[in-house]
């Protein structure tokens, strides 16, 4: 009587297995690269000579003047996209005071004149600590430094900004953002 239950379960066992770990994986990623493949790929972003510059799904560190700057990273090390997590530090807490202190001491020192408040997003991580997004408010309020630093006009910067920001999903759902590679790509690759 054994004999009789034990045979099914394993042959049950070995066709789902087939199934759902063989099978199922293989047909999904089949799809994947056929339907979605840049997305399936990483979302990466290569440039022209082949070379891989980053995915437009994971944040990277951007501290120099002549670039946007993202979301502060709570990965350790920064932007270490295998270790994503946000930070848990509570509102309270003097860690997340001093980190914030200091990235407004440092978006200060990057543009003293600049006399607006400085938007949240610019010195609070995501939760997942790899954002790659920042809003428009944080772009407007970086924008007439880095038009300064690059030698172009605000307009200018403001178009390439426009050009790289992402809308509402679905058209209502969420606020539009602006990706920082791709809007510091595309200020690399114009000509004055």
């Known amino acids: 009587m054994l004999r009789t ?3 099914p379960a394993i042959v049950s ?3 789902l297995t087939v199934i759902t770990g063989i099978l199922y994986p ?21 440039s ?23 979301r502060i990273s709570a990965t350790s090390p920064a932007y270490n996209a295998s270790s994503s997590s946000g930070s848990n530090l509570g509102p309270s807490n003097p860690a997340l005071l001093d ?9 200060k020192a990057a543009d003293p004149d600049n006399n607006v408040l400085i938007p949240v997003d610019l010195v609070t991580s995501s939760g997942s600590g790899l954002d790659p997004h920042i809003s428009q408010a ?4 970086q924008l007439a430094r880095v038009a300064r630093v690059r030698g172009l006009t605000q307009e200018t910067v403001n178009q390439i900004v426009d050009q790289n920001t992402q809308g509402r999903f679905l058209g209502f759902l ?18 004055n």
């Open 5 to 7: 239950q034990i045979r």
């Open 13 to 15: 066992f070995i066709v």
């Open 26 to 46: 293989l047909l999904v990623t089949a799809i994947a690269q056929t339907v979605f493949h840049h997305q399936a790929e990483g979302s990466l972003i290569v």
């Open 48 to 70: 022209g000579d082949g070379k891989i510059l980053g995915s437009s799904l994971i944040g990277q560190n951007f501290d120099d003047p002549k670039y946007f700057w993202g």
């Open 99 to 107: 980190e914030i202190k200091a990235r407004v001491s440092a978006l």
């Open 138 to 141: 944080a772009a407007e309020y």
């Open 174 to 191: 969420g606020e539009p953002v602006v990706n920082v590679l791709q809007v510091n790509l595309a200020l690399d690759e114009h000509k």
